[in-house]
């Protein structure tokens, strides 16, 4: 079944590093808490996600307790270890929101700051106690070819309002089966969306510290191109590591390195609503 992820991050970035984890599990009481929140199991039979991070809202579908992990930490879902069976199995749409948002204070937040808020939750309503280990695997170095990378920069943002804070970009993300587009995304961004399909942690050596619109296609390992009209098979798309360098101008070189790992300690089905 073809799989559609969108990703609406407002000021939300995946910004991956291992230094934020045990502080974050350190200062997770810091942070405002979202006071009003639902957890249910998803009803669809469908391969929808969608995640929407705001101010003083939070609305995620169609997720794992695994990738709800994942996302609240900062890390790649394989990279959560020690769930039962229904955490990888059973998926929940999650509701959220501060009710007397204080929204200067709230669009204030850094990106590990708004995460912890996401931590809190799932500590409230799944019961959920962590560790966090680093471990050394194989990775992805991503990097740009020696004759330059071919990213399409962001439009610059708008000038600031006089006495308002400088405008925090909105990014996007969008994946069908072979094929991602992104707006307004970080290198940061990309590597995670590619790490999702390769399943290694994508390590940026790029160098890239702008916003990109980004629009990459490739054919994926276990599938096929059907043919076209009258027999004729339509051109395929490359493999993911071809399409990135072709594409984008980026390379994926295999390594190692330390990728930063939680353990489930323990974990229970979502309480009541």
């Known amino acids: 079944m073809m799989k559609l992820f969108r990703l609406a991050l407002i000021p939300f970035r995946a910004t991956l590093a291992v230094a934020v984890l045990m502080p974050g599990l350190a200062i997770a009481q810091a942070v405002p808490s979202y006071d009003i929140s639902t957890v249910k199991p998803h009803e669809a039979n469908d391969g929808n996600v969608s995640v929407n991070v705001r101010p003083a809202n939070l609305k995620i579908s169609n997720m794992t307790a695994q990738n709800l992990i994942a996302l609240a930490w900062n890390v790649r879902p394989w990279l959560v270890t020690g769930l039962p069976p229904w955490g990888k199995s059973g998926h929940f749409d999650v509701d959220a929101k501060v009710s007397e948002p204080d929204l200067t204070a709230l669009r204030a937040l850094s990106d590990e700051e708004r995460r912890l808020m996401i931590q809190n939750l799932l500590k409230e309503r799944f019961h959920l106690d962590v560790h966090s280990e680093t471990r050394t695997l194989p990775v ?134």
């Not at 490739?218 to 027999?231: I, V, Y």
């Open 140 to 273: 992805y170095e991503l990097s740009v070819m020696p004759e330059g990378d071919k990213l399409k920069p962001s439009a610059p943002l708008p000038a600031p309002e006089p006495g308002q804070p400088a405008p925090r970009r909105s990014a996007s993300m969008s994946k069908t089966d072979g094929h991602i587009v992104g707006k307004g995304v970080s290198i940061r961004g990309l590597a995670d969306s590619l790490a999702n399909e390769l399943e290694r942690y994508v390590v940026d050596k790029t160098g890239l510290t702008g916003d990109y619109d980004v629009e990459l296609r490739w054919t994926p390992q276990d599938s096929t191109n059907a043919p076209g009209d009258a027999g004729i098979a339509a051109e395929p798309s490359p493999p993911l590591a071809t399409a990135v360098r072709e594409q984008l101008g980026l390379r994926l070189t295999p390594s190692k390195g330390p990728v930063p790992a939680i353990v489930v300690d323990h974990i229970e089905p979502p309480t009541d609503n």
